[in-house]
């Protein structure tokens, strides 16, 4: 296999916006050159922009959504119902990355799931010991620990230098949601 058809590991962390935003970028570019790319959020059960837009390329990007209806806000004691709900979304993550039918499989807001103990870092190492050459995984989200950011091939740390949310800007529709 050439490094260009190797599938790596990339990993988008840090306190910055943007980690599910270049995520999303890549699955578009991929989508340009006809790759298909599995989405697969964590944590997140709510309407966002990118939803509806995703609709539209759908023969090239698949989007799911694991975490309940609104903002979560966990605790290190989590419910038993979001641990449920990120096992399975791995579950479902798992079968996609095997299924043959995708290039890319991100696993958004991943990282924050692991924080909250909502899954644990042997069940991670444990899905990317299955990775298929080919396929690329992208794992995002704050708090990515440093053994899954030593097995990736590819780290981003987004630097939060100045946001419009410390001024009580909330989520815009289309910008931030």
Do not use: W
């Not at 309940?68 to 990120?86: L, Q, S, Y």
């Not at 991670?124 to 030593?150: M, N, W």
């Amino acid at each position: 296999m050439s490094l260009q058809d190797k599938g790596y590991i990339q990993v988008y962390t840090g306190n910055g916006k943007g980690k599910t935003t270049a995520a999303l970028g890549l699955a578009l570019r991929a989508a340009g050159h006809g790759y298909r790319t599995y989405v697969g959020q964590f944590l997140k059960g709510q309407d966002y922009g990118e939803l509806h837009s995703l609709q539209k390329l759908k023969d090239y990007i698949t989007i799911e959504q694991f975490g309940r209806r609104g903002f979560i806000h966990v605790t290190h004691n989590p419910d038993e119902e979001d641990i449920r709900r990120a096992r399975e979304g791995l579950a479902k993550c798992r079968r996609a990355m095997l299924s043959g039918q995708f290039d890319i499989i991100v696993l958004d807001e991943i990282n924050v799931a692991l924080y909250f103990q909502l899954i644990t870092e042997e069940e991670i190492h444990q899905f990317l010991e299955a990775k298929p050459d080919r396929v690329e995984i992208i794992l995002t989200g704050r708090y990515a620990p440093e053994s899954i950011c030593d097995r990736a091939d590819l780290v981003t740390e987004m630097k939060e230098i100045k946001h419009y949310y410390q001024k009580k800007v909330p989520a815009r529709k289309g910008i931030e949601r």
